[in-house]
């Protein structure tokens, strides 16, 4: 989740259902054992339940597919330094999804750069 989260940053996890997620949130589920934190690029209603589409902010790799029995959470804070962010607020919400569209762009961006600058 680099750069928006970096190493030794603390998160706070609430428990939440798969409908009260929405595109931009950061979620934390369980896979291969290990806890994972990504944000939330899709949502889809599968009639039995929702299918969630999760990747890391400096990631242009295909999604992680993350199903409802594998989700933990949503973060709702952040600890950076010993100071809490809230991911609550009505700004927050629209920068964490402005992310999920600009984030992908800008990787794209620069992987084209980095092809084009090695030949």
Not at 10 to 16: L, Q, T
Not at 64 to 89: F, H, P, Q
Request: charge should be positive.
């Amino acid at each position: 989740m680099w750069p928006y989260l970096r190493t030794g940053d603390k998160v706070v996890v609430e428990r939440v259902c798969s409908e009260d997620l929405r595109r931009g949130d950061i979620i934390v589920y369980q896979s291969g054992g290990r806890f994972v934190c990504h944000r939330l690029i899709r949502k889809l209603n599968r009639g039995s339940g929702f299918l969630l589409f999760s990747r890391g902010d400096a990631s242009w790799s295909c999604p992680d597919t993350v199903t409802g029995d594998m989700l933990v959470g949503r973060v709702s804070a952040v600890i950076k330094n010993g100071k809490i962010k809230s991911l609550e607020g009505c700004s927050r919400k629209l920068l964490n999804r402005a992310i999920v569209i600009v984030l992908p762009l800008f990787a794209r961006t620069v992987h084209v750069l980095e092809v084009l600058c090695t030949k």
